[in-house]
């Protein structure tokens, strides 16, 4: 059962025109999450265990050459702004580990019963 990883893009930060281009985008948010099936002896229970990264990143300004006017963006084009500036590999194992925390705490909160 293995863990699926995925992205989402959040909030895109434009300018409104800069240098003869209309809404371009300097500043990305987005979330890369993970999920994986919960098992109980080995077999799945079909719950799953979710959890994600937020993060912001400023983008490089395209020229009026490689310029892509907002109402033509995707979110595939967008990542491919993100990503290489990224650790996934990093993003990764953090998230396992969050995942692996989750299913074998070793921290919980108690109170007193005063």
Do not use: R
């Not at 300018?15 to 999450?33: E, G, R």
């Amino acid at each position: 059962m293995a863990t699926e990883y995925g992205y989402t893009i959040g909030m895109l930060t434009c300018y409104i025109d800069k240098d003869n281009m209309q809404d371009l985008v300097y500043n990305a948010s987005y979330t890369y999450w993970a999920k994986t099936p919960t098992t109980n002896s080995g077999q799945a229970t079909g719950n799953e265990i979710q959890v994600a990264i937020n993060g912001s990143i400023n983008l490089t300004e395209p020229n009026l050459e490689n310029y892509i006017p907002f109402d033509s963006l995707t979110d595939k084009i967008v990542w491919g702004w993100i990503e290489p500036q990224l650790d996934i590999e990093q993003i990764k194992l953090t998230l396992d580990k969050q995942i692996d925390d989750i299913k074998h705490p070793v921290t919980e909160i108690k109170y007193l019963n005063n």
